[in-house]
């Protein structure tokens, strides 16, 4: 099976490296068309791919392409990829919005080549190649996207690659997708943001707080040192997702702010057990 | 000099591993007096203490005090110690608000003895002794109150002793204590809850928010995993500041919402390069 991988990033480059552990065993050949000259030479110095080109069209063999480049290019690169797909390719995405995309990439996906949205799980605030990993996968939900016009067969496919990846795949609507990313990765980068924000602008107990600053506020702000752009894509892309999530998110926080206003111990105390009982549920007891 | 150590949970036990690293060349006697008497075994395994006493009175030959149990019992506490103390002791506390601990303290410390507040900005979400380390305050800001009652000798000795086991000393007005410590750590406490229960009343998503939370997630909430009471105890003691956080963060957040709402990729752009950039400042580029 020929793979491209459009994109050699953080993501495109991990994928690049896990399938070449594979590669023999499942009979794999991948190549890389990244934007620059020396992302080739870098890439295949690192194992991530059998072979590099700039040209995207060289994805004409591909039997799978991974779009692997910063949300706001999927549609455009799409647009360029598709004239040289083969009959059977598939094509699928790693953006961490999917309604739009998956929406736009339907109209424009020629009879007999198939268009599977994905969003791996998984990543760093270090977005460039050298920090790609075999491992960025592992045990990490991947989600790929269905609806009524998705092949099942080239969903199917998708799945059992990525699964021999050591993702979890789940399938999901796309509006489904984007409300629940919304929740549990846009929210944490808006509420950092926002967080840091707040001490920067404090009127009194700005210098006292920057210097005081410890774990806590270092792991919940951890976030907002991704890459600016990365956050200014997401917000612009899963806009109304977002926005109903901080709605959310605003009533749940003025629901504390009461209960601490009342000086309520006994619902205060309720809201933390909740949050803790939640949150050791999914990352079990720290 | 002879130390006493009231409470031998994390911040205590803590305090006496590192005080005896040093008891030599400091020539310090360390005595604990915890609540239970197995802890008195553990802590002299461990090798926090020299001795150890359920019986307040033994803080009579103390020079220095720590009263180091959760924030509701420092006053009691203090009430139980104050008849046993010698002339010239300093007491001193951990606990995370100020304002109306050290209020209520200077009314209570007769003459010839000395009260200033103190609150190590370190932790873990476990609070027993067993997570104690002798490094735990190593390069952490340990904030001591002064106010115009404040003895400056007293202050000054805790100050030696403090910079001894390696940790900052901020000296600040306890009001302003409480606006640092609600900032910095109480805020990043209050969303974290909050956002997770955000997530467990999702009526939408709430399943595949809680399958796909991955490492955004997993550090954003990281506090709201630790000790529900502690938080209670925060909440209720440091109100005030706390509510003029939550008012001010509230402000910064929908001042992020409106520019997403309205689609403006370059304020939205300029909000997380603003906090990626204070953030950095504090904690180096990740």
Redesign the interface.
């Known amino acids: 099976m020929n793979i491209a991988i459009v994109g050699l990033g953080l993501i495109g480059g991990s994928i690049g490296l896990r399938l070449k552990l594979k590669a023999e065993s499942l009979k794999l050949k991948v190549i890389g068309i990244p934007r620059r000259d020396e992302t080739i030479e870098q890439a295949k110095e690192r194992g991530a791919i059998d072979e590099g080109s700039l040209n995207i069209s060289s994805v004409s063999d591909s039997d799978i392409v991974f779009i692997c480049t910063p949300i706001n290019l999927i549609i455009p690169k799409l647009k360029e990829i598709i004239p040289h797909l083969k009959k059977g390719a598939i094509v699928t995405d790693v953006g961490s919005s999917k309604s739009e995309i998956v929406k736009e990439a339907q109209i424009l996906m020629p009879k007999g080549t198939y268009f599977v949205g994905g969003h791996p799980?998984?990543?760093k605030?270090k977005v460039k190649l050298e920090a790609a990993e075999a491992d960025l996968f592992q045990g990490?939900?991947w989600?790929l996207t269905q609806t009524s016009k998705t092949s099942k067969k080239a969903l199917e496919t998708l799945q059992n690659l990525i699964s021999d990846m050591g993702a979890d795949v789940?399938v999901?609507d796309p509006k489904?997708?984007d409300?629940?990313?919304a929740?549990?990765?846009h929210?944490?980068?808006?509420?950092?943001?926002?967080?840091?924000?707040?001490?920067?602008?404090?009127k009194?107990?700005k210098d006292?707080?920057?210097?005081?600053?410890?774990?806590?506020?270092?792991?919940?702000?951890?976030?907002?040192?991704?890459d600016?752009?990365l956050?200014?894509d997401i917000?612009?892309t899963n806009?109304k997702a977002?926005?109903s999530?901080?709605k959310?998110?605003?009533?749940?926080?003025s629901?504390?702010?009461k209960v601490?206003?009342e000086?309520n111990?006994e619902q205060?105390?309720a809201?933390?057990?909740?949050?803790?009982e939640?949150?050791?549920?999914?990352?079990g007891?720290?």
């Open positions: 799980m998984a990543g605030e990490a939900a989600i789940l999901l489904l997708h409300l629940t990313v929740g549990i990765s929210m944490p980068l808006a509420l950092a943001v926002a967080l840091v924000n707040t001490v920067s602008e404090a009194e107990g006292e707080m920057l210097k005081c600053a410890s774990s806590g506020f270092r792991d919940t702000t951890r976030v907002a040192s991704g600016p752009e956050g200014v917000f612009v806009k977002v926005l999530q901080i959310a998110f605003k009533s749940s926080l629901n504390l702010e601490i206003k000086g111990s205060i105390s809201l933390m057990k909740k949050a803790k939640v949150r050791d549920s999914i990352y007891q720290s």
